[in-house]
């Protein structure tokens, strides 16, 4: 399956279309989304320009990067891309958002776009939020808890005793 739509079925001016995908459609490990995400489209087609807003919205499995436990993070996220047709722009864009297309194309799809759009909502660090009191919205243990664990490696007591960078 993929996320496709028909260039030539489009009307000239602004289009919503609603959608929503899953993990199989969208080629994503499974058990990365909760639920399928929500995608809504807003078109602009001109007689040879189609600019697509993309919103997506949904909810992701992540691993904490603490604990290791799984935990639910919502994600909503936008972005944009514009094809022009290539009979009038014949070299092609070096921008990632424009995208040339024949005007032969019947359709064009953009699941990989989507993918990759979901796929980037993951934070570098997997944390859940925490609550006013320092503790974990998901496992509820608290800062204290991983004190022991983590312990943090002082810069210092690497060089204890030396002044290397005195002598400069």
Not at 4 to 31: H, R
Not at 89 to 111: G, L, N, Q, W
Not at 130 to 159: A, N, Q, Y
Request: a negative charge.
């Amino acid at each position: 399956m993929a996320i496709k739509f028909n260039i030539g079925s489009l009307n000239d001016g602004s289009q919503t279309l609603e959608l929503i995908s899953d993990e199989k459609e969208l080629n994503l490990d499974e058990g990365f989304l909760k639920e399928p995400v929500k995608i809504k489209l807003e078109l602009f087609k001109t007689t040879h320009q189609l600019d697509l807003k993309a919103n997506i919205k949904g909810t992701v499995f992540l691993e904490c990067d603490r604990c290791l436990d799984r935990f639910e993070k919502k994600i909503d996220t936008s972005f944009e891309l514009i094809f022009v047709q290539q009979t009038h722009r014949e070299e092609a864009f070096s921008e990632e958002e424009i995208r040339t297309y024949s005007p032969h194309m019947k359709s064009v799809d953009i699941t990989t776009d989507i993918k990759e759009a979901v796929i980037l909502t993951a934070p570098m660090k997997k944390l859940p939020e925490e609550k006013p009191d320092g503790s974990c919205s998901w496992c509820g243990r608290t800062k204290e808890f991983w004190k022991d664990i983590l312990v943090e490696k002082d810069d210092d007591d690497d060089d204890a005793g030396t002044d290397d960078d005195e002598d400069l």
